[in-house]
Nanobody
């Protein structure tokens, strides 16, 4: 009913930049918050950044000052600008939409995940 489609991943050299995008589609009435998580091989999925409808943001300490999350509420799209990338940023990045309310759906809303996009930082 709701799909999250990510794009923008790829291979980049250390110090480089990438911009991830995630567009939510479906009969969406509202999305409370959107965010990005990542999972490196052999590690647990971890929070990267989140942003609410009002623009309040939260970042993992490891990305503060390097990554910027933004959101276009009209397009139900969230972005992650990643600068000064490091090899340790290498992971699959997942988009997350929290408390998504859809036409004919539950009042409280549901959470959804994208399929993930690979980011590799290597020389």
């Amino acid at each position: 009913q709701v799909q999250l489609v990510e794009s923008g991943g790829g291979l980049v050299q250390p110090g480089g930049s990438l911009r991830l995008s995630c567009a939510a589609s479906g009969s969406i009435l509202s999305i409370n918050a959107m965010g990005w998580y990542r999972q490196a091989p052999g590690k647990q999925r971890e929070l990267v950044a989140t942003i609410t409808t009002r623009g309040s943001t939260k970042y993992a300490d490891s990305v503060k000052g390097r990554f910027t999350i933004s959101r276009d509420n009209a397009k139900n799209t969230v972005y992650l600008q990643m600068n000064s990338l490091k090899p340790e940023d290498t992971a699959v990045y997942y988009c997350n939409a929290i408390n998504v309310r859809v036409v004919g759906g539950p009042v409280l809303g549901l959470d959804y995940w994208g399929q993930g996009t690979q980011v590799t930082v290597s020389s």
